[in-house]
């Protein structure tokens, strides 16, 4: 069963970093892109970041460009969303999530449970 489990979020003030993490179970991690999305307190889920199985491809939302890298390693079934230059409207509940392509990471693949980031001014 595929099931990709985040965390590391918190409390951080606006201008500092966060480290958050997903591990995937249960596929094989290096076939599969891995994708990151967040969802602000009343309103929809949004795509943030995804990267390719191999690592050799990224996409990011224009919102988290230069401050947002993600990053993954294999060998742990591991993906990263390392944020840097925090904003309070970077607050929300960020969820991971498998997808076959970074091109169908909007329309299918696999959802993993959310973590809180809150950023206060």
């Known amino acids: 069963q595929v099931q990709p489990v985040a965390s590391g979020g918190g409390l951080v003030q606006a201008g500092g970093s966060l480290r958050i993490s997903c591990v995937a179970s249960g596929w094989i991690f290096s076939s599969y892109a891995m994708g990151w999305f967040r969802q602000p307190p009343g309103k929809e889920r949004e795509f943030v970041a995804a990267?390719?199985?191999?690592?050799?491809?990224?996409s990011y939302a224009d919102s988290v460009k230069g401050r947002f890298t993600i990053s993954r390693e294999n060998a742990k079934n591991t993906v990263y969303l390392q944020m840097n230059s925090l904003k309070p409207e970077d607050t929300a509940v960020y969820y991971c999530k498998g997808a076959l392509s970074i091109a169908t990471m909007t329309t299918q693949g696999y959802w993993g449970q959310g973590t809180q980031v809150t950023v206060s001014s």
């Open positions: 990267i390719s199985g191999n690592g050799g491809g990224t």
